[in-house]
T-cell receptor
Framework: DTGVSQDPRHKITKRGQNVTFRCDPISEHNRLYWYRQTLGQGPEFLTYFQNEAQLEKSRLLSDRFSAERPKGSFSTLEIQRTEQGDSAMYLC???????????????FGPGTRLTVL | QKEVEQNSGPLSVPEGAIASLNCTYSDRGSQSFFWYRQYSGKSPELIMSIYSNGDKEDGRFTAQLNKASQYVSLLIRDSQPSDSATYLCAVNRDSNYQLIWGAGTKLIIKP
């Protein structure tokens, strides 16, 4: 398997519950990104890692959201106390950063669709 | 003004014709430009990247970049019904900056 994988593909939860999503990047990729996308919008940046270090987190991101990439491979995104407004597609992407200055190409996983009832 | 603007569409094009998708951006320092295709309910997939002024061709796809006018376009020749999707434009300065995404243009190819 050479692509980005995400699990689960769909998650339905009740308001107030915690949910956790997993992303496995392309194996040689050192950068991993999390995005959220709602209908009719482009992906909204949430956070990204280079290896195990979380380098940036969106200022729009609530404290209920946390992400980890403990060994620089897979990553998890947790949402605590979910709200109906959290319903969206959560996308993971990975890339190979090589310090050339040119933007590395991001490759997306299939996404996790979250529905908060 | 949005940082990356795209006409939301839908843009309807007859099968076999050329589909032209446009994207304008506000940051003059932008250096990297990407076109992604997204089918309904699926994740974005990379179509093309372009970094220099001019045209870049890949099969039926041609990306055109004009940094002076701050626009980037995607042409799809010999449009097929399978090209029906939303096309997302993404832009940034370099690897130290996040990609800025447009909201996408919905393209419909009519048989």
């Amino acid at each position: 398997d050479t692509g980005v994988s995400q699990d689960p593909r769909h998650k339905i939860t009740k308001r107030g519950q915690n949910v956790t999503f997993r992303c496995d990047p392309i194996s040689e990729h050192n950068r991993l990104y999390w995005y959220r996308q709602t209908l009719g919008q482009g992906p909204e940046f949430l956070t990204y890692f280079q290896n195990e270090a979380q380098l940036e987190k969106s200022r729009l991101l609530s404290d209920r959201f946390s992400a980890e990439r403990p060994k620089g491979s897979f990553s998890t995104l947790e949402i605590q106390r979910t709200e109906q407004g959290d319903s969206a597609m959560y996308l993971c992407a990975s890339s190979l950063y090589m310090s050339s200055g040119r933007t590395d190409t991001q490759y997306f996983g299939p996404g996790t669709r979250l529905t908060v009832l | 003004q949005k940082e990356v603007e795209q006409n939301s569409g839908p843009l309807s094009v007859p099968e076999g014709a050329i589909a032209s998708l446009n994207c304008t951006y506000s940051d003059r320092g932008s250096q990297s430009f990407f076109w992604y295709r997204q089918y309904s309910g699926k994740s974005p997939e990379l179509i093309m990247s372009i970094y220099s002024n001019g045209d870049k061709e890949d099969g039926r796809f041609t990306a055109q970049l004009n940094k002076a006018s701050q626009y980037v376009s995607l042409l799809i020749r010999d449009s097929q019904p399978s090209d029906s999707a939303t096309y997302l434009c993404a832009v940034n300065r370099d690897s130290n900056y996040q990609l800025i995404w447009g909201a996408g243009t919905k393209l419909i190819i009519k048989p």
